[in-house]
């Protein structure tokens, strides 16, 4: 079964930066499109990005021309840089394997990271 660790969360202020990485205990990324979604306190869980087996990026509107995801197959991770983050942006964010594009939406794989906190302050 594949395991999901993400790395990187962590306090930063707003208008900063800060790098997420997910590690797969399995060498699938080759395969299987990756993900990050986000949930915030009192929120659904929400797509931020994925990314196909073939290195295609998709981004959610809101954090488009901020947020970069990329992959290193031969490393089994998947990167997530985020910049120019504001208060909007606190969340735990989750990493995925296998979303699915299915009817205009990305839905989410059956594997989950524990998620890492990010705290965007003022």
């Known amino acids: 079964q594949v395991q999901l660790v993400e790395y990187g969360g962590g306090l930063v202020q707003a208008g900063g930066s800060l790098g997420l990485s997910c590690v797969s205990s399995?060498?699938?990324?080759?395969?299987?499109?990756m993900g990050w979604y986000r949930q915030a306190p009192g929120k659904r869980r929400e797509l931020v990005a994925t990314?196909?087996?073939?290195?295609?990026?998709d981004y959610a509107d809101s954090v488009k021309g901020r947020f970069t995801i990329s992959k290193d197959n031969a490393k089994n991770t998947v990167f997530l840089q985020m910049t120019t983050l504001g208060p909007e942006d606190t969340a735990v964010y989750y990493c995925?394997?296998?979303?699915?594009?299915?009817?205009?939406?990305?839905?989410?794989?059956?594997?989950w990271g524990q998620g890492t906190q990010v705290t965007v302050s003022v």
């Open positions: 990314i196909t087996s073939g290195g295609l990026p």
């Open positions: 399995v060498n699938i990324l080759s395969i299987v499109p």
């Open positions: 995925n394997a296998d979303p699915r594009f299915e009817q205009g939406v990305w839905v989410p794989g059956r594997y």
